[in-house]
């Protein structure tokens, strides 16, 4: 059965400092692996996709990275901002048949000033 | 936001009503999804569509149906709603792009229902 697993459940960290989500997952055939950040009363956002031959992606102060050989995923924030207090989503696709996704339960992030 | 609007967006109803939520898309996509989102449990599959009146059951459909009837609508229709079916709906929709598709998610609805 796919699955994908999120670590840790919860974080609180200071505005300005950096932080690091985890992602392990266990879906085959690989195709990709997205990132999402989800606000407090809205739909998720996608931060970043990789497919198997890409093992970082950018996107501002989001960095993304990937292992495809151990299947892990990690999402770094640097510089926190309080804006960056959200849920964050790891989600990973297999490759073929109907594109269902399969996701995590989400790390939720908290930035204190 | 990929053009994807969901009506109503929040919504109270009574165990044993009729409910649909609607899912709109502006930009002609073949997938659709609906989801729900749950504390603890985090996006779970109810259905999905590959096209005009090609539907599909997710993880999470009993107690739900859809319809498709044109590409830019998905309905979610709970035929007797059930205080289990109080959640957050996501609708939405998968781009094109081989492994770098995207899926979009539109704004949620919010059902309790009493």
């Known amino acids: 059965k796919n699955q994908v697993e999120q670590s840790p459940q919860s974080l609180i960290i200071l505005e300005g400092k950096n932080c690091t989500l985890q992602c392990n997952y266990t879906v085959s055939p690989f195709s990709n692996l997205r990132w999402y950040k989800q606000d407090t009363g809205r739909g998720p956002v996608s931060l970043t996709i990789m497919t198997f031959s890409e093992n970082t992606k950018s996107n501002g102060r989001y960095t993304a990275t990937l292992d495809a050989d151990t299947k892990q995923s990690s999402l770094h924030i640097t510089a926190s901002q309080l804006s960056d207090s959200a849920s964050y989503i790891c989600v990973v696709s297999a490759s073929g048949g109907s594109y269902i996704p399969t996701f995590g339960r989400g790390t939720s992030l908290i930035v204190h000033p | 936001d990929a053009g994807i609007t969901q009506s109503p967006r929040h919504k109270v109803t009574e165990t044993g009503t009729p409910v649909t939520l609607r899912c709109h898309q502006t930009e002609n996509h073949r997938y659709m999804y609906w989801y729900r989102q749950d504390p603890g449990h985090g996006l779970r599959l109810i259905h999905y569509?590959?096209?005009?009146?090609?539907?599909d059951k997710g993880e999470v459909s009993d107690g739900y149906s859809v319809s498709r009837s044109k590409t830019e609508d998905f309905l979610l229709t709970l035929e007797s709603a059930t205080s289990s079916q109080t959640s957050v709906y996501f609708c939405?929709?998968?781009?094109?792009?081989?492994?770098?598709?995207?899926?979009?998610f539109g704004p949620g609805t919010r059902l309790t229902v009493t």
């Open positions: 939405a929709i998968r781009s094109s792009g081989g492994d770098h598709y995207e899926q979009y």
């Open positions: 569509s590959y096209g005009v009146k090609d539907t």
